[in-house]
């Protein structure tokens, strides 16, 4: 274009500017010369970068990373562990080191698309530093804070500095002050809020049995978290295990209102942990800019053997479940004690699609790990006589923390590059 032009130009030029002329039609090879060579030089790189692949995931940021694969001893040397027995985040009953328990087996997880890698143990300094002047929220319930104290322990083996953090209803948290960075958890068991209304006449009790009802407003997050949406760069939420009437028995069943009024005809407590997802996922893209990172994990298995955890079922092993153990021992049409985790994640799998949440599949990966729970080692005197034994926590140090290694590998990745 410009060039056609700069020639009409000179055809009509007048004889006063013929020297100037003259200059510029010396310059036209040279001109040209270097169009062609920047062409040669720009058009292959630019080809060349639309078609090479885009740089691979990480191992461990890839959605698939924890679907597909295999636990295999730490490759050597085993780096030291980044906390022990006494992190101040701990809570006692997952503290299986101090109450006594024999450390869990040093084993990574090798994901399929890795070729023979492991996801690497969180690099805690590295990661604070990608956080920087950044909030990491946890919500839901306690296997959730399982997951909590392994982040937060995990980040403290780099900043010494690092100090409780219990604000906006958070029920245990961190702040990191190297790199001004907050990771906390809020509990709130079903996600949305619930209101324990007992029976006002007690006769009325003997009648049917019924002692109450515990209300649940499917359509308001519980107080613990109902302000923080906008206050976390990246939520990490989950909800199952108390969706079971060992819970929620049937003198104090859960009844689930929206508006203020009962949801007629009433839900089932599947139902109403549908209806509840839905809910809260859709507070949350509506709260949350759609740029902030929200993550839900499913829910990890339990591993009750010989019973359910009131009818002396143990987990006292260290030997991992094979690949082919897995359909009896999970699967629910199996009936199998353990079968409530697969149950909850089909449904949550199901509530969340069209949301903006990224589902992450915590599942598969500790359905392998019998060797993971506290079992007997619950620090407290009596605990396994009344409460039975522990086959549904994790040992932290354990099994959460190659959840923190794959959570962190994908929150990493979404602070480099944004939303993925
Ligand atoms: C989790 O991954 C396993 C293994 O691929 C799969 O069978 C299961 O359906 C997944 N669960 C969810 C909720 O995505
Ligand atoms: C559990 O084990 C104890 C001690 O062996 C026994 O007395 C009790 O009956 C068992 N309970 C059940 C429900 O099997």
């Known amino acids: 274009m ?44 630019r080809l060349a970068r639309r078609v090479s692949p885009p740089e691979p995931l990480p191992c461990g940021a890839a959605p698939s990373d924890s679907t597909a694969g295999r636990w295999v001893p730490t490759p050597g040397p085993v780096p030291p562990p980044l906390y022990g027995a006494s992190c101040p985040f701990h809570r006692n009953s997952y503290n299986c080191l101090r109450n006594g328990r024999p450390p869990v087996a040093a084993l990574s997880w090798a994901p399929a698309r890795c070729g023979g890698a492991v996801v690497p143990r969180i690099d805690a300094a590295g990661f604070l530093a990608a956080a920087r002047g950044r909030r990491i929220g946890l919500v839901g319930d306690s296997l959730n804070e399982n997951l909590a104290v392994a982040l937060l322990c995990a980040l403290r083996s780099a900043d010494p500095g690092a100090r409780k953090w219990k604000r906006r209803g958070a029920w245990r948290g961190g702040y990191f002050p190297r790199e001004d960075v907050t990771v906390a958890f809020h509990r709130a068991v079903l996600l949305a809020k619930y209101t324990w209304l007992p029976v006002e006449n007690p006769e009325e009790v003997q009648k049917d049995g019924i002692k109450g009802i515990h209300r649940v407003d499917v ?40 508006g203020g009024e009962p949801i007629e005809p009433p839900l089932s407590i599947s139902d109403g942990l549908k209806v509840v997802i839905k809910s809260m996922a859709s507070y949350i893209d509506r709260e949350m800019p759609s740029k902030t990172l929200k993550l839900w ?19 006292v092993t260290d030997r991992l479940l094979e690949e082919d153990e897995l359909e009896s021992w999970f699967d629910p049409r199996h009936g199998g004690v353990n079968r409530d985790a697969r149950t909850v994640n089909m449904v949550i799998q199901e509530a969340l699609a069209g949301s903006d949440f990224r589902l992450v599949n915590l599942t598969y990966m500790s359905e392998f790990r019998a060797d993971g729970h506290p079992a007997t080692w619950l620090g407290k005197k009596d605990a396994v006589a009344v409460y039975g034994q522990d086959c549904m926590h994790w ?17 990493l990745h979404y602070f480099k590059h944004g939303k993925g």
């Open 2 to 45: 410009r060039r056609k032009r700069a020639a009409a130009s000179l055809s009509a030029a007048s004889s006063p500017e013929a020297s100037a002329m003259r200059r510029l039609h010396l310059r036209f090879p040279f001109l040209l010369l270097i169009l062609v060579t920047s062409a040669i030089l720009v058009l292959p790189s």
């Open 219 to 258: 359509d308001t997050p519980a107080d613990e978290w109902i302000d923080v949406t906008k206050f976390y760069d990246v939520l990490i939420v989950n909800t199952g295990h108390w969706w079971g009437t060992y819970k929620f028995p049937k003198e104090k069943p859960l009844v689930f209102y929206r």
């Open 297 to 315: 994990r499913t829910q990890s298995p339990r591993h009750f053997y010989g019973g359910e955890w009131d009818r002396n079922g143990s987990c």
């Open 395 to 411: 040992c932290v140090p354990g099994v959460p923390d190659t959840w923190v290694d794959i959570l962190a590998a994908q929150i």
